[in-house]
């Protein structure tokens, strides 16, 4: 009489079988990090693209793009976006009269908006910094210049009325303005947040790469980089060892490899942080009257 015995595992082929399953897994976790992170970008260029077509917009209906920021009211440039984001509502609760720490506009500020977060970011949802509660962090800059690499010290600062860019302190730029053409001419772009003291600028105040939406109590002199960045200075200088404020003006992002950012008419790329600099930087102003050698 004969048992029909069924034969298991050994240990040995148990481990090779682990072995296996556990190289194809590293194999394979790559790979899906790598989708996801497409995934992410294309979602970042949407917002991109809608914040674009928000100054189009905007253009259309008062012959010119908004500022950075007012310097007066402390409006920010994604501020004046809100009704052409379909924020009309939002954007009526803000009351000229108060500060942005008090009442709606504190409200308004600690309102989180998905256009404004880069879907790659580890920024907070919110936080409270600056005397304002809950406020919301912006992943994104408009360009101020193509040529500014400071914002401390002495001498001439990125956000001037001297700036050669679309966006600055208090500017009213006209697409007529933009002689270099609205394709060659940056308009928004990634930035990186991070809200740590990383170092003392020129006027030896402790500074951060942050970047909010709507309204500041400050965003101007040594902390218009809340609001706006410069070609200047290299793509994802964050990561470089270069002074704070080539930081703070950069435009950079945890995609790998770069950051992406819209022209202002609209069009959307993806810019390799190994960018020609002078390619970059001629991007960043409105009527340098540079060759374009893309």
Same mark, same amino acid.
């Given at each position: 009489?004969?048992? #029909?015995?069924?034969?298991?595992?050994?240990?040995?082929?148990?481990?090779?079988?682990?072995?296996?399953?556990?190289?194809?897994?590293?194999?394979?976790?790559?790979?899906?990090?790598?989708?996801?992170?497409?995934?992410?970008?294309?979602?970042?260029?949407?917002?991109?693209?809608?914040?674009?077509?928000?100054?189009?917009?905007?253009?259309?209906?008062?012959?010119?793009?908004?500022?950075?920021?007012?310097?007066?009211?402390?409006?920010?440039?994604?501020?004046?976006?809100? =009704?052409?984001?379909?924020?009309?509502?939002?954007?009526?609760?803000?009351?000229?009269?108060?500060?942005? #720490?008090?009442?709606? #506009?504190?409200?308004?500020?600690?309102?989180?908006?998905?256009?404004?977060?880069? =879907?790659?970011?580890?920024?907070?949802?919110?936080?409270?910094?600056?005397?304002?509660?809950?406020?919301? =962090?912006?992943?994104?800059?408009?360009?101020?210049?193509?040529?500014?690499?400071?914002?401390?010290? =002495?001498?001439?600062?990125?956000?001037?009325?001297?700036?050669?860019?679309?966006?600055?302190?208090?500017?009213?730029?006209?697409?007529?303005?933009?002689?270099?053409?609205?394709? #060659?001419?940056? /308009?928004?772009?990634?930035?990186?947040?991070?809200?740590?003291?990383?170092?003392?600028?020129?006027?030896?105040?402790?500074?951060?790469?942050?970047?909010?939406?709507?309204?500041?109590?400050?965003?101007?002199?040594?902390?218009?980089?809340?609001?706006?960045?410069?070609?200047?200075? /290299?793509?994802?200088?964050?990561?470089?060892?270069?002074?704070?404020?080539?930081?703070?003006?950069?435009?950079?992002?945890?995609?790998?490899?770069?950051?992406?950012?819209?022209?202002?008419?609209?069009?959307?790329?993806?810019?390799?942080?190994?960018?020609?600099?002078?390619?970059?930087?001629?991007?960043?102003?409105?009527?340098?009257?540079?060759?374009?050698?893309?």
């Amino acid at each position: 009489m004969f048992l #029909n015995r069924r034969r298991g595992l050994s240990l040995v082929e148990l481990l090779v079988v682990i072995a296996i399953i556990a190289i194809l897994l590293s194999l394979l976790l790559p790979a899906i990090q790598a989708a996801r992170e497409s995934a992410r970008r294309v979602d970042c260029g949407n917002r991109l693209r809608q914040m674009s077509l928000g100054f189009i917009q905007y253009h259309t209906a008062r012959q010119q793009f908004p500022p950075a920021i007012d310097t007066e009211r402390r409006l920010m440039w994604s501020g004046y976006l809100l =009704p052409y984001l379909e924020q009309g509502n939002l954007y009526s609760k803000i009351d000229r009269n108060l500060k942005w #720490n008090e009442g709606a #506009n504190a409200q308004v500020c600690s309102t989180f908006l998905s256009v404004f977060r880069c =879907p790659s970011s580890s920024a907070p949802d919110t936080m409270t910094a600056q005397g304002i509660e809950d406020r919301v =962090p912006c992943d994104y800059l408009v360009c101020a210049s193509g040529t500014d690499t400071r914002e401390s010290g =002495p001498g001439i600062l990125a956000g001037g009325a001297h700036s050669d860019g679309v966006f600055f302190s208090d500017s009213r730029v006209r697409v007529a303005e933009i002689r270099d053409g609205t394709s #060659n001419t940056l /308009a928004v772009g990634d930035s990186f947040f991070q809200f740590e003291e990383l170092d003392l600028d020129h006027t030896g105040y402790p500074q951060f790469l942050d970047r909010w939406c709507v309204g500041t109590l400050e965003g101007v002199g040594n902390e218009v980089s809340e609001a706006m960045g410069s070609t200047g200075v /290299a793509i994802n200088a964050h990561r470089l060892d270069v002074f704070i404020d080539e930081r703070e003006l950069a435009f950079g992002s945890q995609h790998p490899g770069g950051a992406q950012a819209a022209q202002v008419d609209g069009s959307i790329r993806f810019f390799d942080e190994q960018t020609d600099r002078a390619v970059w930087s001629a991007l960043g102003t409105r009527a340098g009257g540079e060759p374009r050698t893309e």
